[in-house]
């Protein structure tokens, strides 16, 4: 019996999300033979012009500016559906100040806006689902790329390359592998690449609600403080983050970080008890600035955990998105941070020289390199602000308060901050 011969590439992503979609796409544009091995799901089945209006995805993702400009770049976000898309033009931010402290001021509210900051807007919020529609669009049309609906089960590397054995027998070949297949990265798995992690013990909570009143363009943030231990033996718990962020028309996303016993709490309530909570946990700083709350899909919960691969590139293997790292949902920055590994490895690609192929290790080490500054110094700001509002006790709230004060007094340090997030 034959064996098949396998297929040919220069790269193999292994990955079917928003990254890997990207990632296949823009090397694709780029002139290259790319594989793209994951399995269809149903969303990628249906076009963008089949997805139901009246449906909204309780997954939704903050793009910034490099994110869109990566996006418009793959001519996918003029086909975007604008009645999809909301931009953020405002975000206020406000501290843990204790009830006493009742005025928005004392709690240290922070305020970022797009017109301060010259710019259109601060963001766009935008269901996963969505962008996904239209990714599968762009790439069923980019003859580049050769869509494998399977999954990798075998992994073979020599001098010249990566062998992957496909789940229904077929194989590809590839002088480079991209691992954009997850936090629990099956390529980085293979590589026997270890991560550093910590777990928050907690649980991101999402839903989507509509609300009585507008949103005004902009998302809100609450950090809500430590919740009481019920045991003298638990664990401290860690500071929980309420965020709720504005979708088109009158509708708000949630993401409430929530320590691992309050989050199956939320998770098991009724949508309109989960609504009644949620305006309760809201209230404090600004008033029911949203009315009444409906929710109107169900509350899901997954896991927190800051999550660093120990090397993002071997030779012929390179690693972007969550299969390299994991942070905080705090500063809404994940996704961004994963589209913006896809433009560095497009850009170490692009300015390749001519005698090295794509899984030179030398190569594969400037994306490494680039990428490490940005990295850093998200994952420092969003884990340090987590522990920081975590941290116990009267002094560590009026010290954390008070620097949430100076930083809002401050328009230049504002402005650097919107830069930095922007990308």
Same mark, same amino acid.
């Given at each position: 019996? +034959?064996?098949?011969?396998?297929?040919?590439?220069?790269?193999?992503?292994?990955?079917?999300?928003?990254?890997?979609?990207?990632?296949?796409?823009?090397?694709?544009?780029?002139?290259?033979?790319?594989?793209?091995?994951?399995?269809?799901?149903?969303?990628?089945?249906?076009?963008?012009?089949?997805?139901?209006?009246?449906?909204?995805?309780?997954?939704?993702?903050?793009?910034?500016?490099?994110?869109?400009?990566?996006?418009?770049?793959?001519?996918?976000?003029?086909?975007? $559906?604008?009645?999809?898309?909301?931009?953020?033009?405002?975000?206020?931010?406000?501290?843990?100040?204790?009830?006493?402290?009742?005025?928005?001021?004392?709690?240290?509210?922070?305020?970022?806006?797009?017109?301060?900051? /010259?710019?259109?807007?601060?963001?766009?919020?935008?269901?996963?689902?969505?962008?996904?529609?239209?990714?599968? +669009?762009?790439?069923?049309?980019?003859?580049?790329?050769?869509?494998? $609906?399977?999954?990798?089960?075998? @992994?073979?590397?020599?001098?010249?390359?990566? /062998?992957? +054995?496909?789940?229904?027998?077929?194989?590809?070949?590839?002088?480079?592998?991209?691992?954009?297949?997850?936090?629990?990265?099956?390529?980085?798995?293979?590589?026997?690449?270890?991560?550093?992690?910590?777990?928050?013990?907690?649980?991101?909570?999402?839903?989507? @609600?509509?609300?009585?009143?507008?949103?005004?363009? +902009?998302?809100?943030?609450? @950090?809500?403080?430590?919740?009481?231990?019920?045991?003298? $033996?638990?664990e401290p718990a860690n500071g929980e983050i309420l965020a709720l962020l504005p979708l088109p028309g009158q509708r708000v996303s949630m993401v409430w970080s929530a320590d691992d016993a309050h989050a199956s709490e939320l998770l098991a309530l009724s949508p309109e008890a989960l609504a009644d909570t949620v305006m309760q946990a809201a209230s404090g700083a600004v008033g029911r600035q949203f009315g009444a709350l409906r929710c109107v899909t169900p509350a899901q919960g997954f896991p927190l955990v800051l999550q660093r691969a120990d090397q993002f590139v071997q030779p012929h293997v390179a690693l972007v998105g969550d299969a390299a790292h994991v942070v905080h949902p705090l500063a809404g920055q994940g996704m961004n941070l994963g589209l913006r590994d896809v433009a560095e490895l497009g850009r170490v690609m692009a300015a390749k020289e001519s005698f090295r192929a794509e899984g030179d290790l030398r190569l594969l080490r400037r994306y490494e390199r680039a990428r490490a500054t940005d990295l850093l110094s998200l994952t420092a700001a969003t884990d340090g602000l987590h522990r920081l509002f975590s941290l116990p006790g009267g002094v560590a709230r009026t010290v954390r308060n008070a620097g949430m004060r100076v930083v809002g007094s401050q328009s230049l340090l504002k402005r650097f901050l919107i830069g930095r997030a922007l990308g």
């Open positions: 019996m +034959t064996r098949p011969s396998p297929s040919r590439f220069q790269v193999a992503v292994v990955g079917g999300g928003i990254v890997g979609k990207a990632c296949a796409l823009l090397l694709a544009q780029q002139g290259m033979q790319v594989a793209l091995v994951a399995p269809r799901s149903p969303a990628s089945a249906a076009s963008a012009a089949t997805a139901d209006p009246g449906q909204w995805d309780s997954r939704i993702y903050a793009f910034s500016a490099s994110s869109q400009a990566l996006l418009e770049q793959l001519r996918v976000w003029e086909a975007l $559906d604008p009645a999809r898309m909301q931009p953020v033009c405002d975000m206020r931010v406000f501290g843990d100040a204790s009830a006493a402290q009742a005025n928005a001021s004392a709690a240290g509210d922070l305020h970022f806006s797009a017109y301060a900051a /010259t710019v259109a807007q601060l963001a766009w919020i935008i269901e996963s689902g969505h962008v996904e529609r239209v990714l599968d +669009t762009a790439l069923r049309f980019q003859h580049q790329v050769h869509w494998h $609906d399977d999954t990798a089960a075998a @992994f073979a590397r020599d001098h010249d390359g990566v /062998t992957l +054995t496909l789940a229904g027998g077929g194989k590809v070949r590839a002088a480079c592998v991209v691992g954009a297949d997850g936090a629990r990265s099956w390529v980085r798995e293979q590589c026997h690449i270890p991560v550093t992690k910590r777990h928050y013990r907690q649980l991101g909570v999402v839903a989507n @609600f509509e609300c009585e009143l507008p949103h005004q363009d +902009t998302a809100w943030q609450w @950090f809500l403080g430590t919740p009481p231990k019920l045991m003298a $033996d638990e």
